[in-house]
T-cell receptor, first 114, second 115 residues
Framework: NAGVTQTPKFQVLKTGQSMTLQCAQDMNHEYMSWYRQDPGMGLRLIHYSVGAGITDQGEVPNGYNVSRSTTEDFPLRLLSAAPSQTSVYFC?????????????FGQGTRLTVV | AQSVTQLGSHVSVSEGALVLLRCNYSSSVPPYLFWYVQYPNQGLQLLLKYTTGATLVKGINGFEAEFKKSETSFHLTKPSAHMSDAAEYFCAVSDYPSNNNDMRFGAGTRLTVKP
């Protein structure tokens, strides 16, 4: 059982470039979310989705875009990368809304913007 | 909005010693509280959670936490540390079952276990 799969694991971007971080889950979870992890700040919610076709903003959504066309996939798009977006990004999925059931996390994508 | 404060960004204990990681929260609604563990180069994994009912919660790998409403605390303990416990630990608070879909994480505590 693969769980939550994120690709790529590492990425270096130049300022202004765009890219998509991929996230897929095979547990048929309705709820998916994206977090960024920065030193000394824990994890902060970027965007989340409560089901296919439904997305909403979290705590730090600026500079990021998401869509949810299928239950399995929840890609995160950086529209124009900035050095402030250098971070480790985690995708998570759960049966229920955040806190209602266990969240399963991917292994993360370490992004550096130069 | 909820918030979480983890006291101590780094904690070091000897193998076999008591592990105590501190977490205090603030919430305007009855909180759901969590401890997650992150091993190097991996995602987060749920250790335990408090929702309602019994205030002493037991989790995986011998960890437990006690919800103390009067102290707004949810400290994580383990009686005897093992080398494999070395990791980063995150406390989190959720506003479930409201529809705000908000869970706030603490900054994390890195646990080092000395032989």
């Amino acid at each position: 059982n693969a769980g939550v799969t994120q690709t790529p694991k590492f990425q270096v971007l130049k300022t202004g470039q765009s890219m998509t971080l991929q996230c897929a889950q095979d547990m048929n979870h309705e709820y998916m979310s994206w977090y960024r992890q920065d030193p000394g700040m824990g994890l902060r919610l970027i965007h989340y989705s409560v089901g296919a076709g439904i997305t909403d903003q979290g705590e730090v959504p600026n500079g990021y875009n998401v869509s949810r066309s299928t239950t399995e996939d929840f890609p995160l798009r950086l529209l124009s990368a900035a050095p402030s977006q250098t971070s480790v990004y985690f995708c998570a999925s759960s049966l229920d809304r955040v806190g209602g059931s266990e969240a399963f996390f991917g292994q993360g994508t370490r992004l550096t913007v130069v | 909005a909820q918030s979480v404060t983890q006291l101590g960004s780094h904690v070091s204990v000897s193998e076999g010693a008591l592990v105590l990681l501190r977490c205090n929260y603030s919430s305007s609604v009855p909180p759901y509280l969590f401890w997650y563990v992150q091993y190097p180069n991996q995602g987060l994994q749920l250790l335990l959670k408090y929702t309602t009912g019994a205030t002493l919660v037991k989790g995986i790998n011998g960890f437990e936490a006690e919800f103390k409403k009067s102290e707004t605390s949810f400290h994580l303990t383990k009686p005897s540390a093992h080398m494999s416990d070395a990791a980063e630990y995150f406390c989190a608070v959720s506003d479930y079952p409201s529809n705000n879909n908000d869970m706030r994480f603490g900054a994390g505590t890195r646990l080092t276990v000395k032989p």
